[in-house]
């Protein structure tokens, strides 16, 4: 049942001449009247005016649908051999195609859309209006298929040609509620992919909305009823994954809270131990800057300053711990006074015997606070051991154990040995001391203060000096001997001496030696 | 330090003090001088006796009650004695002369008898000149100079002149206190020693 097809080729060169341009329309003539079953076509010739005259340009005619294809290849042949710009155009019923070119391969998709029988086919029409109803609602109204029967009519098409392409149009799913059902089975295969991947390793995307929708196009399922779908799915979907998502927050959160713990835990005890590292460095540097002089030159107190910013440590800790490593090095100076033993220490340092001595007079009255009274046997016992054992050791330290309060101790306990009675053992103990000289007839031995020897030289004990307990000293250093037994008695409860006994005082003892 | 309950007698005779040596009446003055430090050592013995321990039945200004003295009462009489005197009379000035003897002259104190004074005694003015030399007695007190013509630290001396009558007589005295007798160098060098004790108060 084949329709004839309206043809027109026009020559459209403009850099032929007239001539030739009705020549070429003779010679193709000529070529097309050569085909079979175009011998009784009607050529009618197309002209325009050119030049004045009214030249022919090219030609019209009708001919069958099924000779397009030879009318194709003849065309392209043509143009193949002489390449002319040339207008063509093919109408069918309603529709018109028109190309325009000089090149043969142009024509080539023309001739394999006209082989396959679709270019043109009434049957394409039809199936492409079926379709594009069939997509609008879903199916086919009773309206629409009306409309389709009257393009069968015109495209002249049989009824049985119609119920085929009719049924194409739909297929595979050709009610609107087959397409439902698959859409709704897409939906949720969609979505239970994404589930699928949620226990994976998370994808980048996971929009599937757009295919979904592509999807809907494809079948005919109006848009808003695919929406509602994927809406249904993916409400469901959502429900589910935030259900699991607050489960595995909450599991999260608590194994979250443990390591938490355990981190902070491990993070304080790195810096603690960093600290301590910082502070055992900041120690080590203090020593060494300590070690030939008690206070750091200039030079090392930069360079102790740098590091305390270094190493972050404040000025307080700092000053503290250069006050535990000097302490360690020259001696502590504990006191229970608050007296500073620092310029004692500075001068034992120096080995100013001399003023060391002064210094400890200094320090023992100002730290019983009377008024810088000299010491008395009733007061004596208000020096505190603290400060009689800082005191004792830093003059031990810095003499070697020559001198100091232990030392003279000993020589108090060395005098015990000796027979007699107690102001002989307590002149005895002066005299070992270097404290006085053994009485002659002239003398009875005392000197002044300050004939006293200020040297490692002097005899063991010799210093420090009681001169804290004179009420003078340089017309003779001399001690009253009930203060001195209080001293010494004081000296043995605070600071007693190892494996030894100290034998009671004896009250009776002379309180005054005129 | 002095009690409370005696500050304020001690205000009044300090500033009958500060009185006498602005109108230089320097003999009045030093023995109200005298007068205020035995009346501290009187006070220190009630407080001796308070703990039970024997007083003396007179004060005086012996080594040991020097070496007790109050170093508020010692402070207070100087300050105002060389504020009168521009320096030239006080305690401080005594001190001075003897500190720095004590570093440059190194006297054996056994020498200290009639012929060989200790130096300090000479410079403040305090021997005994006969035919312009000094010999080592001290002068009678009466014999003092009590103008600013007198040496350097010349006063003030009761508080060394005021002994008791047997140590005046032993010292070879005439029960003129220390008038006429050889100084003692354990009672100045107590007074001595107090006072540099005191500068190192709280120090």
């Not at chain 1, 999807?215 to 994927?230: H, K, R, T, W």
């Not at chain 1, 190892?498 to 004896?506: C, F, G, I, R």
Request: charged share 25%; aromatic share 10%.
């Amino acid at each position: 049942m084949a329709q004839d097809i309206q043809f027109s080729i026009r020559f459209v060169d403009p850099q032929y001449k007239s001539d030739d341009v009705v020549t070429e329309v003779h010679y193709l003539i000529e070529d097309l009247r050569d085909l079979n079953g175009m011998s009784q076509t009607r050529f009618e010739p197309i002209s325009e005016i050119r030049d004045v005259a009214e030249i022919r340009v090219g030609v019209t005619f009708a001919a069958p649908s099924d000779l397009l294809g030879p009318i194709l290849r003849r065309l392209r042949d043509r143009l193949y051999y002489n390449p002319i710009a040339t207008a063509f155009c093919f109408k069918m019923a309603d529709i018109m195609l028109c190309i325009e070119t000089h090149q043969a391969d142009d024509l080539l998709g023309f001739i394999a859309a006209a082989q396959s029988g679709l270019l043109f086919a009434p049957e394409r029409d039809y199936l492409a209006e079926a379709e594009t109803y069939s997509r609008t609602q879903g199916e086919l109204s009773p309206t629409e298929l009306d409309n389709l029967n009257l393009l069968r009519q015109r495209l002249g098409l049989t009824a049985e040609q119609a119920e085929v392409l009719n049924a194409r149009a739909a297929s595979p799913y050709p009610t609107k509620a087959d397409k439902h059902r698959h859409f709704e089975d897409m939906t949720a295969a969609e979505f239970s992919r994404l589930r699928a991947m949620d226990e994976g390793p998370p994808f980048a995307s996971k929009d599937i909305w757009p295919v979904l929708q592509e999807l809907a196009e494809n079948l005919g399922l109006p848009f808003l009823e695919a929406e509602a779908i994927y809406q249904t799915h993916q409400q469901r979907y959502h429900d589910d994954t935030k259900l699991k998502t607050e489960q595995t927050t909450a599991k999260t959160a608590e194994d979250g809270r443990l390591s938490a713990e355990a981190k902070a835990e491990a993070e304080r005890q790195k810096q603690a131990q960093q600290t301590q590292e910082r502070l055992n460095q900041y120690r080590d540097l203090c020593r060494q800057t300590m070690t030939h002089a008690i206070y750091p030159s200039e030079f090392d107190q930069g360079r102790l300053d740098q590091a305390r910013r270094l190493w972050g440590i404040s000025a307080e800790q700092a000053l503290q711990l250069e006050t535990e490593v000097r302490d360690e090095l020259y001696g502590g100076v504990a006191s229970a006074t608050g007296v500073d033993y620092n310029r004692l220490r500075n001068l034992l340092h120096q080995q100013a015997w001399h003023e060391a001595d002064m210094e400890t007079e200094v320090l023992i009255l100002n730290a019983l606070n009377l008024d810088m009274q000299p010491v008395t046997a009733a007061t004596m016992e208000r020096l505190s051991t603290v400060d009689l054992t800082t005191i004792d050791g830093l003059w031990n330290r810095y003499s070697k154990g020559r001198f100091g309060f232990k030392a003279q101790q000993q020589v108090y306990r060395g005098q015990q040995q000796i027979q007699a009675d107690d102001r002989q053992r307590w002149l005895a103990f002066e005299e070992a001391l270097g404290w006085r000289e053994a009485p002659s007839l002239f003398s009875r031995g005392y000197k002044p203060y300050h004939d006293l020897t200020f040297s490692l030289e002097a005899p063991p004990g010799h210093l420090p000096t009681w001169r804290w307990c004179c009420p003078s000293l340089s017309d003779r250093y001399k001690i009253n001997l009930e203060i001195m037994a209080a001293v010494i008695h004081h000296l043995n409860t605070c600071m007693p001496l190892e494996t030894v006994t100290v034998p009671a005082l004896d009250t009776a003892f002379p309180t005054q030696i005129a | 330090m002095l009690a409370s309950a005696t500050n304020s007698g001690l205000e009044e005779d300090l500033s009958e003090l500060s009185l006498l040596l602005n109108e230089e009446a320097w003999e009045e003055a030093d023995r109200l001088t005298a007068d205020l430090l035995l009346d501290a050592v009187a006070y220190n013995q009630n407080a001796m006796r308070l703990q039970g321990v024997s007083p003396r039945q007179r004060p005086y200004l012996t080594t040991e009650a020097v070496a007790a003295l109050p170093c508020q009462l010692l402070q207070a009489i100087d300050d105002r004695w060389q504020r009168a005197s521009g320096g030239h009379f006080g305690f401080s000035a005594q001190l001075q002369i003897y500190a720095n003897l004590l570093e440059t002259v190194d006297f054996d104190p056994d020498l200290n008898n009639w012929s060989t004074p200790h130096p300090f005694f000479e410079d403040v003015g305090w021997l005994m000149l006969v035919a312009l030399r000094p010999v080592g007695f001290l002068r009678f007190y009466n014999w003092l100079e009590f103008d600013l013509d007198a040496p350097r630290g010349h006063l003030p001396a009761l508080w060394y002149w005021k002994i008791p009558r047997m140590v005046s007589l032993q010292m070879g005295g005439f029960l003129t206190g220390q008038g006429g007798c050889f100084g003692d160098l354990a009672r100045l060098d107590a007074m001595m020693l107090r006072l540099s004790r005191c500068h190192q108060l709280g120090g």
